[in-house]
């Protein structure tokens, strides 16, 4: 609609607020590939304006100071079936409403002696309009305001009024929030605002094998069940971004799932990981790595041996440079790549059988070599020479395999990620602790085996390790001499599969 968006972070608690948080949904912001009009916003900067409507409400006598305590207000605000009943400082006079509101503002009272409510209507059947809240007493230091403040505003008494000064027409916030809506309202009507916004719900976005209370997603970071917030398992932007996902994929994947005001639906995941595979498909320069390796001794390959093969970076990007992949006598394939006693189907290697190394020729596996605890330590096979670019003759070979070369291979630690959770809705169940649901598997770490060509990753780069996944260098932990991969996503695409069926 050709409007702008202002990024204003609502920092009523200064018990609460952090800088890193602050600095974090920037950062979030501008990676999604979003700008906000004008500066930064803070709550804090109408502070002066919120306290002088709140003196504006006590004079036209509608609102108060409360000497309740946060028990006793609890008790006499009723339930859902059963009506408030007035506090009895609720007709205290103007001339003392404003003494005790100069007074908390000065610190002269502890954290829980006052509070300043709003007067609406005790026997509303919306809770929310009970006299709420709009002051409470905080002896904290605000991170923006140091402490010039005694008192802080309430959410729900920032929210609106900050939205008219700023001159927004329309705040978009998730269902919880539809209750809240009445006094959203009730103070734009109430007070001497200069614009009257208009607050309209959605529903929040909820994805399967995962949760997205930040309650509980505190819990992970703070218990150290994950390596922080942005570990690659938490579906929060930095965990996503540190996982591999770009911000196309993500903004792709909020195209696909629309808006909706339908409550408690479940997002399949697969749309999301769809999203992110079809922009690596097309844009994921390729390698090959070996994560479980097992070394192959070429026997008829002489100890001195080297080719060099240049493989496109992409089968489909000529725009990507080639790279270089060397080949010599001992070379690491993967252990899921070769089986010894192998059923009729299995179309990679086994003693006898020859496979395809991936851009390189055809072998055969003639020796499986155990150590002592009976293990099978290595292969020896020998190369068809005549195979290089071309199919053998005579037989037919159906299987093509990835591969390193053992004395050009670079080692790195790769990182296996999964979904954290096993069951769909981890906290669906109230009377189960959702941790008991983690899954066990949501990070194996491999000590893997990448073709040279990897040595050059930097932090946050992304490929496409062949026949095994798309990958991306860890943006922390990620160095030239220790490189660390995170498995963004797998190759096969279950969205897909289901968009083709349907």
């Not at 899954?439 to 946050?460: D, K, R, W, Y």
């Not at 991969?485 to 349907?502: C, E, H, M, Y």
Request: proline share 6%; with cysteine.
């Amino acid at each position: 609609m050709g409007g702008e968006c202002h990024l204003r972070f609502d920092d009523t608690n200064p018990a609460k607020e952090e800088q890193a948080y602050i600095d974090a949904i920037k950062e979030d912001v501008s990676w999604l590939g979003f700008e906000w009009a004008g500066p930064v916003r803070f709550a804090s900067d109408y502070f002066d304006q919120l306290y002088a409507w709140a003196q504006h409400l006590m004079r036209e006598g509608k609102a108060y100071v409360d000497d309740l305590s946060p028990d006793e207000i609890r008790e006499y605000r009723g339930t859902l079936t059963a009506p408030g009943k007035p506090s009895p400082y609720r007709e205290r006079s103007v001339d003392e409403n404003l003494d005790l509101l100069e007074r908390m503002s000065k610190g002269e009272f502890g954290e829980s002696e006052k509070v300043v409510r709003a007067k609406i209507d005790m026997a509303s059947p919306n809770i929310n309009l009970r006299d709420p809240i709009i002051y409470r007493i905080r002896h904290a230091t605000h991170h923006q305001t140091g402490d010039k403040w005694k008192i802080y505003p309430s959410y729900d008494f920032t929210h609106g009024q900050s939205d008219a000064i700023e001159g927004i027409t329309h705040s978009i916030c998730t269902l919880e929030f539809e209750d809240h809506r009445p006094l959203y309202e009730w103070f734009l009507n109430n007070l001497p605002v200069p614009s009257k916004p208009r607050q309209i719900e959605f529903a929040r976005l909820n994805l399967d094998y995962t949760l997205t209370s930040k309650r509980k997603l505190k819990l992970l970071v703070d218990e150290k069940i994950v390596d922080g917030w942005d570990d690659p398992r938490m579906p929060t932007i930095s965990g996503m971004r540190r996982r591999g996902y770009t911000p196309a994929s993500i903004r792709k994947f909020c195209e696909m799932i629309g808006v909706t005001r339908a409550d408690g639906g479940l997002v399949d995941i697969a749309m999301l990981t769809h999203a992110i595979r079809s922009d690596l498909e097309d844009n994921a320069p390729r390698a090959m790595c070996v994560l479980k390796p097992l070394k192959v001794v070429l026997t008829n390959v002489p100890e001195d041996h080297q080719e060099i093969y240049e493989v496109p970076g992409h089968p489909a990007r000529e725009d990507m440079a080639v790279r270089q992949v060397p080949f010599s006598r001992e070379l690491y394939i993967d252990q899921d790549d070769f089986m010894e006693d192998a059923p009729k189907k299995f179309f990679r290697l086994a003693p006898g059988k020859e496979v395809r190394l991936r851009n390189s020729y055809v072998i055969r596996c003639d020796e499986v070599i155990k150590d002592a605890a009976g293990e099978i330590s290595e292969l020896h096979c020998s190369v068809d020479f005549d195979t290089l670019g071309k199919n053998p003759e005579g037989r037919k070979v159906k299987g093509v395999i990835h591969w390193v070369s053992a004395a050009h291979g670079v080692p790195m630690e790769v990182r296996l990620y999964d979904n954290l959770f096993t069951v769909e809705q981890p906290d669906r169940d109230k009377d189960v602790d959702f941790l008991e649901h983690l899954n066990p598997e949501s990070l194996v770490v491999c000590q893997a085996i990448g073709e040279p060509s990897l040595a050059e990753a930097t932090p946050e780069s992304r490929y496409q390790f062949e026949r095994v996944g798309y990958f991306c260098a860890d943006r922390h932990d990620s160095t030239p001499e220790h490189l660390v991969f995170n498995r963004t996503v797998g190759l096969k695409d279950s969205w897909a599969k289901i968009k083709q069926k349907g």
